[in-house]
Nanobody, 120 residues
């Protein structure tokens, strides 16, 4: 069994910053790509950013230059540094990981979600 536990969400003023963390635990052989998704009120869940096991990244256009994804492979943790936040960034943010689990093979695992609210 593999779990992702997220932290770091909260309320912030427009223009401010937050740093989200997502730590994986369990019987993990390796973690391939990790990602952050978000779901705003009344909208579909969307992919925000991804990072491969070797550190290659991709970003959705609306967050380029403002958000940075990173990972610490020794800690099985992925981070999302969010700067210059806008009210339209308000959403529940979900961590996602493509995991090779010991004794189970490949699993796609989701975090529980953490709410980010950006006030005007």
């Amino acid at each position: 069994q593999v779990q992702l536990v997220e932290s770091g969400g909260g309320l912030v003023q427009a223009g401010g910053s937050l740093r989200l963390s997502c730590a994986a635990s369990g019987r993990i052989f390796s973690i391939n790509t990790m990602a952050w998704y978000r779901q705003a009120p009344g909208k579909q869940r969307e992919l925000v950013t991804t990072i491969t096991s070797l550190g290659s990244t991709n970003y959705e256009d609306s967050v380029k230059g403002r958000f940075t994804i990173s990972r610490d492979n020794a800690k099985n943790t992925v981070y999302l540094q969010m700067n210059s936040l806008k009210p339209e960034d308000t959403a529940v943010y979900y961590c996602n990981a493509d995991v090779i689990a010991i004794g189970r093979g490949r699993l796609e695992v989701w975090g529980q979600g953490t709410l980010v609210t950006v006030s005007s």
